[in-house]
């Protein structure tokens, strides 16, 4: 089997359960994407095929074939870090770190969905979402994080999605309420 | 999970030729099918993965209707510009399920196709007449908090987990199909799932090897369109109650109502009832009351899910509210 993961060829002879995840994990050397629950349940998996996030253990790799796939690795490297990576790690969104690369590449994934206009169940308007951090919550409820560092992670992915410049991912400000008003 | 030979379909007709005998499945998104054959509740022999046949496109039809691709994703369905203007209520479903990693994954034909969350149908070390026919029910006086008290049998009281059937039932969707002998045929939804009966594997009328090609949606029904669900988090879980609801007011009265439920029953359910307690009435309290009766006068609830009946009635009454209200 022939694939296409970071902009690298790889060739690998597989049994035919492998999954995506087992794939990169244990055949390619590719062990940043991680396995948590391989249910689809917690994200920790989470990869870009064609642009879009999935699941790495709920699809076959020999499914993958003609696929661009992009794994944390692909994203950036210690010496040039994707700006969510440098955000992750600016804002402290992590403990433990296992969920860390799937929450990136989730993160990555989701603004690319914001930029296309798609809304999210907390949209109030289908047409025209707006973006604020209840919707980076729900559109990220897909990642657990067990040592609970979401509110650091709501804030990187927040800075990211205002520095992006697209008007789609500008962060809705919710101006507090006066004291005494 | 065990092992299995696999085929990539090129078209639809040779998909069809490629399921060749019982054990044989489609594979698309597989986000539920490879979750129970890692589980070894699915134990396919082979695999036909359609994945990349030209099913993926929605097309606006003369009626003012919509043709769906099985093979369009949630997330693309959801957030189609077609389906936010003209059937909101699918859109919401499809929003409040699964995560966004499996919306992009999950397509149209397999969520018709979802099977249960009950305990015991993925756990092989229980008995389970969905898993097996005839080994018997673990959830009736087990742990059932999540399962159906409507259309439920002796056999198997397990809960359709899905939201997007939920809303197709309120839109009366069409199933579009292909036989291996190269039939085609159109179903209604509401003619689609079987209940459980004593042959609770048996799930919809699909013959062996009959592949979805299409879900074909009516042009858009009249009225305000809501899409309710009740569930134990904010996001990312299964439905105890969800209402689909689309209901047109005029002159003071309910002049048409399409009321579809998930998390109640055995599948995506719909009862004309409680649409003919509605329609003629005007929007009160009394009429929403009547209407609840309606749906859960044959509701039998199973010890840790009788609190889905009155749940049910509230959830049922505020969506008729909102559906109504000014």
Redesign the interface.
Known sequence: MRFTINGQSYQADVDIRTSLLDLCREHLGLTGSKKGCDHGQCGACTMLVNGRRVNGCLTLAVMHQDDEIVTIEGLGSPESLHPMQAAFVRHDGYQCGYCTPGQICSAVGMLDEVKKGWPSHVSDDLSDPTFDDGEISERMSGNLCRCSAYPNIVDAIREVAAASGDAKTAPTSREPAEAGA | ?K????E?ATTVDEAVRDIDRAGAKF?A???NL??LM?LQVETPDK?V?I??LPLGEIEEREDGGLTIGALVPN?DL??D?RV??KY?VL??AL??G?????R??ATTGGNLLQRTRCYYFYDTAMPCNKREPGAGCSAIGGFNRILAVLGTSENCIATHPGDMPVAMRALDATIVTLKADGDKRRISIHDFYRLPGDRPDLETVLEPGELITHVELPAPPEGRQVYRKVRDR???AFALVSVAGVVKVADGKIASAALAFGGLGSMPWRDGAVEAALVGQAPSDAAFAAAADALLADAKGYGSNDFKIPLARRVLIATLRELTGE
Not at chain 2, 3 to 6: C, D, G, L, P, S
Not at chain 2, 98 to 102: I, R
């Open positions: 999970m092992t299995f030979t696999y990539k594979i998104g597989g986000t490879l979750d890692k695999l993965d994945s990349r997330a959801a957030a510009p936010i203007a909101p859109s919401r929003l409040a699964a995560s966004g990693q499996l992009n994954k904010a996001s990312y």
